[in-house]
């Protein structure tokens, strides 16, 4: 629901600002959504006057003007616009000056070399409309130096309400109005709704055809015929206040109901009298029947939607929108007010089956008020009449208001019990009264009275409505909060170490830059046996597709059809990782979870495709153990802890993968390169980089003796780096050489790095160069230099009885 400030100040007489109606209106329950002020956005905007336009001296289309912005001294303005001229008032913006529609920030500048101190503007420049070929032309008595904004009349803000389904009485100005005046924020502006006598009995009369049982599908239908009216454009007032809400003005008589539409929540139609053919009936619609509706649309309509229509067929969709055929415009002389009240289930089912969305059905199918059905056609007529011209006739009224408002045995204590806000008896009647309930039985000291809601409010059901009419007009900040009871003051842990896991790999991989994929549990056969499945134990009885028939032994499947489907669509370089459930056998124990993770074409952490600075590399082993060891890090295994042996399954490349285990009977998983026979079975190319790690089998961390966290070492000693290059068999492991020189002083050596391989001349046949790099961290004092002489030579001790190595000469 939008309205602007002006608007509502038609209906309530008050002095709030604007930020306090704003903060007042979310506090009864009106949410403000948003409040668009264009005076804030074209405050920089200045009324100037152009004192002197001369030729640009290098340039054929620019003019040099001297312009008075209502300073001591004229600026001077480069400037393109075509008309322009001295003495021509317009809009200036100085340096520093957004401007919204073209979305840059103006700055002085020198312009074919003449500086340039501002700029002269256009109403598409200022988001505005009017003739934008050149700069604004103002009137000449525009006041020079003044906001522009104030002096168009630009100062109005926009409001924006989000209702609630409940509040249809809200969905007017008058509405808002009402309740801000019972919030205590003015006074509610009353104007009298006098009938209008008619000059002779309506010629058209309706009839509401319907049975018994679905005569609650149209309880009132009221007309009246104004002859001589003369339609055309609505009064300048009437096309802003439609305008400032988004509505595109039509013509009088439409824009007319449009406004009270927004104004008093009373939906009206309009018909154009000389296209109606004799009398109106309001019915049912029937099977086969259709409408082109005001939209421009066709609608097909069945008996479950409710129609008006006359001798010609359906003039109308009961509610929701008009006909084209009976619509006003501006040849209309003789028009037909209707207003009427509908079922609002029925209109809501109406407007859900054909989908239209109107602002009739908004508010019928919220309910309107029903007291205000023939006092809303009253009103319309009055404007008709001051807008149009004509005489009126007498209403003709078909059926009756119903009033189903049922009276309310309420407690006061309910507040309280409810909201946990004691207040006084006399309060809460008044803020009930102020709303426009009606109480009876109230004295002094009553502690129940009986409540009649108002017409307007068919929400009131019951007393816990009555308590947050009560209380959102005594405000919800004067609830005191109350924590709730815990049975114990430090909750339990909720999730287990394996859920645990789950979460935090998948945050751990998305880390990574990969993204997620969630694949079939089922593979097809060949492609199950490759990966260690395929036994008659995991195919399923009656698999959903002939490719789907084995339980998946491995995440890697459903992994490699994802990235074939990306490359087939010209998506090459994808990482993606699934966390996932997998299956070894029928049996319980037989089912684990697994984390998976496939990287192809250059889809490298570091980032994947071209790039002019360096050349693109493929992904490869190193890139999944990398992604390996960066997962277990998160699950809390240290690098260290666990045996990575070279070699995998027969999916990898021989050399260009790896075993990790905690031993030889505790496998958790591999990484590596994929075979490209391995691809062959899925139709797939590479190259591709995966890894998989059987997150049960994982063991769980240690209970630490403390729950003191470990504190950060800085040491304010300089650290020592020494190479060594060792030559040790072909067989030998660079991590066993790793771990024997870290060995050698766990308190001093902080780190080991291997940073040169060598084979060839100048070493033995069989044997290599091993090339490590290690960095001693003193904590207590500097190191001499025979203490890192004496450390060195434990190194190479550590190395020579552990692993062979030889010191390279």
């Given amino acids: 629901m939008k309205f602007t400030l002006s608007w509502l100040k038609t209906h309530l007489e008050t002095e709030a600002p604007l930020d ?16 668009d002020n264009p005076a804030e956005k074209l405050a920089p905007f200045r009324i100037a006057e152009i004192l002197e336009a001369a030729p640009h001296p290098n340039a054929d289309r620019l003019q040099v003007c001297k312009v008075d912005v209502g300073e001591a001294e004229a600026l001077q303005v480069v400037c393109g616009a075509p008309n322009a001229r001295e003495g021509l008032k317009t809009v200036f913006a100085a340096p520093g000056a957004y ?13 074919r070399g003449v500086e340039s101190g501002g700029m002269m503007c256009s109403p598409e420049e200022l988001g505005l409309e009017g003739d934008s070929s050149g700069i604004f032309e103002l009137s000449p008595d525009a006041p020079v130096g003044q906001s522009y904004a104030l002096w168009a009349g630009l100062d109005d803000p926009l409001i924006e309400i989000n209702l609630t389904p409940n509040r249809a009485d809200a969905a007017s100005v008058y509405g808002i109005a009402r ?75 439409v824009d007319i109901t449009n406004f009270l539409t927004f104004d008093r929540g009373r939906p009206l139609h309009v018909f154009d009298a000389n296209k109606v053919s004799g009398n109106l009936v309001v019915r049912r619609g029937r099977s086969g029947e259709s409408l082109l509706a005001l939209d421009g649309k066709t609608y097909a309509l069945n008996e479950n939607i409710v129609v ?48 239209i969305v109107s602002d009739a059905r908004y508010r019928f199918e919220r309910g309107v008020d029903p007291a205000f059905a023939l006092p809303g056609l009253e009103l319309a007529t009055r404007l008709v009449l001051d807008l149009c011209g004509g005489a009126p006739s007498e209403l003709f009224v078909a059926g009756h208001a119903p009033d189903d408002r049922q009276t309310i045995d309420f407690a006061y204590s309910e507040v309280e019990r409810l909201t946990g806000l004691k207040l006084e ?28 809601a108002p017409s307007w409010r068919p929400d009131i059901e019951g007393k816990a409505d009555l308590v947050e009419e009560i209380i959102r007009l005594a405000g919800l900040d004067r609830i005191t909060p109350v924590p709730l009871e815990r049975e114990s003051a430090i909750s339990g842990p909720v999730l287990t170490l394996l859920q645990k896991r789950v979460r935090g790999a998948r945050r751990a991989l998305a880390s990574r830059g990969m993204v997620e994929a969630v694949t079939w549990s089922f593979v097809a056969k060949a492609q199950a046996e490759i990966f260690g499945g395929g036994a008659p134990e995991l195919s399923l ?38 966390v996932g459930q997998i299956f070894k056998s029928d049996a319980e124990d037989g089912q684990f979870i697994a984390a998976a993770g496939l990287r192809r074409g250059t889809a490298k952490p570091s980032g994947a495709g071209r790039h002019w600075a360096d050349k693109a590399a493929p992904v490869d082993v190193f890139d999944a153990k990398a992604d390996c060891l960066t997962l277990l890090a998160t699950l809390g295994i240290a690098a260290g802890a666990i045996q990575i042996v070279p070699g995998g399954p027969a999916f990898l490349h021989p050399g260009r993968s790896a075993i990790l285990q905690f031993g030889p009977k505790n496998v958790v998983g591999w990484f590596g390169e ?16 995966a890894f998989e790690i059987i997150l049960d089998a994982l063991p769980a961390p240690k209970a630490r003796p403390t729950k003191a966290r470990p504190k950060l070492e800085l040491s304010e000693f300089q650290p020592v780096e020494r190479d060594f290059a060792f030559i040790v068999d072909n067989s030998v492991r660079s991590a066993d050489l790793i771990k ?15 940073f040169d391989l060598y084979a060839g001349p100048g070493v033995p046949e069989g044997k290599k160069s091993v090339a490590l790099n290690v960095t001693l961290q003193p904590r207590e004092k500097t190191l001499t230099d025979a203490e890192i002489d004496a450390v060195a030579a434990k190194i190479v001790a550590e190395a020579s009885k552990k692993t062979g190595a030889m010191l390279r000469s």
């Fill in 20 to 35: 306090v109606i704003v903060e007042t209106l979310t506090g009864i329950g009106l949410e403000v959504e948003h409040v």
């Fill in 99 to 111: 401007i919204p529609a073209k979305d840059f920030t103006i700055a002085k500048g020198i312009i």
């Fill in 179 to 253: 309740d801000l005046a019972a919030a205590g924020l003015g006074h509610l502006i009353e104007t009298p709704i006098g009938a209008i006598a008619g000059a002779f009995p309506c010629p058209v009369e309706a009839r509401l055809d319907f049975a018994h049982d679905d005569a609650h599908l149209a309880p009132l239908f009221a007309l009246r015929l104004v002859r001589g009216v003369k339609n055309g454009q609505s009064p300048e007032w009437l096309r802003n206040r439609l305008k400032s809400i988004g509505l595109r003005p039509i013509n009088a008589l």
């Fill in 308 to 355: 008006i229509a006359d001798e010609n067929g359906v003039e109308s969709l009961a509610g929701v929108m008009g006909g084209e055929a009976s619509g006003c415009d501006e040849a209309t002389t003789d028009v037909l007010i209707e207003s009427a009240l509908w079922e609002p289930a029925n209109i809501a089912q109406t407007g859900r089956k054909l989908g």
């Fill in 425 to 452: 008896p006399a309060e809460m009647a008044g803020a009930l009264e102020k709303l426009g309930f009606a109480i009876a039985g109230q004295a002094s000291n009553a502690e129940r009275v009986h409540v009649r």
């Fill in 541 to 578: 009885a009656n698999p959903i597709a002939s490719d789907l028939s084995d339980m998946r032994p491995s995440l890697l499947p459903g992994l490699i059809a994802g990235a074939r489907a990306n490359f087939a669509r010209g998506f090459g370089d994808v990482a993606l990782f699934e």
């Fill in 674 to 689: 994929l075979h490209p026979r391995a691809l062959e079975v899925f139709d797939a190319t590479g190259p591709m980089a």
């Fill in 740 to 754: 024997a020189a870290q060995a050698a002083d766990r308190n001093l050596i902080v780190n080991v790095g291997v």
